[in-house]
């Protein structure tokens, strides 16, 4: 069974049904349409009279329809409850098999101050930061007289953004610790939070790990999540571009390390921030599979779901196959997600029927979705992801080649947004390559990883594709 909705609820089908093993679906009384529901073998309802998400963590429903149906193992799929170790207790104390690390590990991991401890007792560099949550506006003023601006809060026990202020001088103090306060208490039921030294510019490196419950820990190498916006990752690439290998061999030894520190067992991930100096730093684990997994898939020819079914199994890594001197970089990935946004409202999310949907496909690209058909009816209540695009070549250059030609070829239409032609900048040869044009175009904007030029680039004010006119769904990429 699948504890979640949307893609990676199909993304977890799939490979049961690969695997030969039978699948069941969950739903609130808002996803009675969806498509994850039709990919099980059974489908049920929970969070009857629930607000739309509160469905979807309502711990005693889930637990019912997994005890009433046989069901053997638990997979939390990415967010709702996958790093909540109430939950992975509650299937533990029911006989299911939670897919993931030990409930133990997981309130370890999502606790990260405790984390941070863990990690200085491993051994692994950290931000400078507070020990424990802080309390009160008061030790915050303290921090920043030791340490200086900028600072950054960010929430006790909980990720994904929320709960993450910034503040560069006294006079933010108050209102960014305030805010940080609501949005931690409101996404995660606890306002906790805890304060680091900002590191400014950095790059968000992180890396791929999985163990067995018989002590084995492996890496699957690293992925680059640094292009982002209101501090969520919205493009992924593996490996890293231009990482020098001896940081390289210290990012991963360092992932490895601090999960041998805590037993660690299942797929998760390691995040560091790497300064312009080329130092790292431990910012969390994140006990669960991670939106961006496509990637590691990609370049490693590992199927980190049917890893996670196997060592759930209690089979070992050696057992599937899976040492570490057998893993290797196989060319480059790249991920972007295409989201019902509307860039003329500062990147809102639209909502509605899908009356056209046609997708950038072809060799190399893999599409991971879950709503992205016609007549789909794109929901308020959920997080506005349409589709996963993933493109893989030999190398940078290729796989970036390979996305934007995917992206020029969607087109989406049903929703009254407002759009407008869009350029992907092409590092230094001094020109775009234009990927859209109309309301539905992709919007994506370049950050490292440069692309060939044309070999015609087409003349001023020209382009291969007539201007549309109809409203539609604005898929938005940041590439």
């Known amino acids: 069974m699948v504890a979640n909705r949307g893609e990676i609820a199909i993304r977890v089908f799939r490979a049961c049904t690969e695997l030969g093993i039978r699948t069941v679906a969950v739903y609130s009384e808002q996803d009675t349409g969806q498509m994850h529901r039709q990919k099980a073998d059974e489908a049920y309802l929970i969070g009857r009279g629930l607000a739309p998400v509160q469905a979807y963590l309502h711990i005693p429903d889930i637990i019912?329809?997994?005890?009433?149906?046989?069901?053997?193992?638990?997979?939390?799929?990415?967010?709702?409850?996958?790093?909540?170790?109430d939950f992975a207790q509650a299937c533990q104390d029911a006989g299911v098999k939670f897919i993931g690390p030990s409930p133990e590990v997981v309130r370890k991991m999502g606790d990260k101050v405790e984390?941070?401890?863990?990690?200085?007792?491993?051994?692994?560099p950290v931000v400078p930061g507070t020990d424990a949550p802080i309390t009160s506006l008061h030790e915050a003023h303290e921090f920043s007289n030791t340490y200086g601006f900028p600072i950054i809060f960010k929430a006790a026990y909980g990720g994904g953004g929320r709960g993450m202020r910034v503040v560069h001088s006294y006079e933010e103090l108050e209102e960014n610790y305030t805010r940080a306060y609501s949005e931690a208490l409101a996404a995660f039921g606890n306002g906790a939070l805890f304060v680091e030294k900002f590191i400014e510019k950095p790059r968000h490196i992180e890396v791929q790990i999985l163990g067995d419950q018989y002590g084995n820990i492996l890496h699957l190498y690293e992925?680059?999540?640094?292009?982002?916006?209101?501090?969520?990752?919205?493009?992924?690439?593996?490996?890293?571009?231009?990482?020098?290998?001896?940081l390289r061999a210290?990012?991963?030894?360092?992932?490895?390390?601090?999960?041998?520190?805590?037993?660690?067992?299942?797929?998760?991930?390691?995040?560091f921030l790497v300064d312009k100096h080329g130092?790292?730093?431990f910012i969390e684990v994140n006990s669960r599979l991670q939106v961006e997994h496509t990637v590691t898939e990609e370049i490693t020819d590992v199927d980190l779901v049917h890893a996670q079914i196997h060592v759930?199994?209690?089979?070992?890594?050696?057992?599937?196959?899976?040492?570490?001197?057998?893993?290797?970089?196989?060319?480059?990935?790249?991920?972007c997600r295409v989201t019902t946004e509307d860039p003329a409202r500062s990147f809102q999310p639209d909502t509605g029927r899908i009356e056209v949907f046609r997708s950038g496909e072809g060799m190399g690209i893999r599409l991971d979705n879950a709503s992205a058909f016609q007549g789909a009816v794109i929901s308020p209540h959920y997080d506005s992801l349409l589709v996963k695009v993933i493109a893989h070549g030999k190398d940078h250059p290729t796989a970036a080649t390979k996305m934007s030609r995917a992206l020029a070829e969607f087109r989406v239409r049903g929703v009254k947004v407002r759009g407008c032609g869009a350029h992907l900048p092409l590092g230094s040869h001094g020109h775009s390559r234009r990927v859209g044009r109309g309301p539905a175009a992709l919007t994506p904007v370049l950050a490292c990883v440069p692309l060939p030029p044309m070999s015609h680039p087409l003349p001023r004010g020209s382009s291969r594709m007539r201007p549309e006119t109809s409203t539609e769904v604005s898929p938005t990429i940041l590439l």
Do not use: M
């Open 64 to 85: 019912k329809v997994a005890k009433e149906n046989n069901v053997d193992a638990v997979h939390p799929g990415y967010g709702f409850l996958s790093e909540r170790a």
């Open 279 to 281: 130092k790292h730093y």
């Open 312 to 335: 759930a199994e209690g089979r070992s890594l050696p057992d599937l196959g899976l040492r570490q001197e057998n893993i290797r970089i196989n060319g480059c990935a790249i991920q």
């Open 223 to 246: 992925r680059d999540c640094s292009i982002q916006r209101r501090h969520q990752k919205v493009v992924e690439i593996a490996p890293a571009a231009h990482l020098d290998p001896q």
């Open 250 to 271: 210290r990012l991963t030894g360092d992932s490895v390390k601090l999960a041998k520190q805590v037993g660690y067992e299942n797929a998760g991930t390691v995040e």
């Open 115 to 124: 984390a941070r401890a863990i990690a200085i007792a491993a051994g692994v």
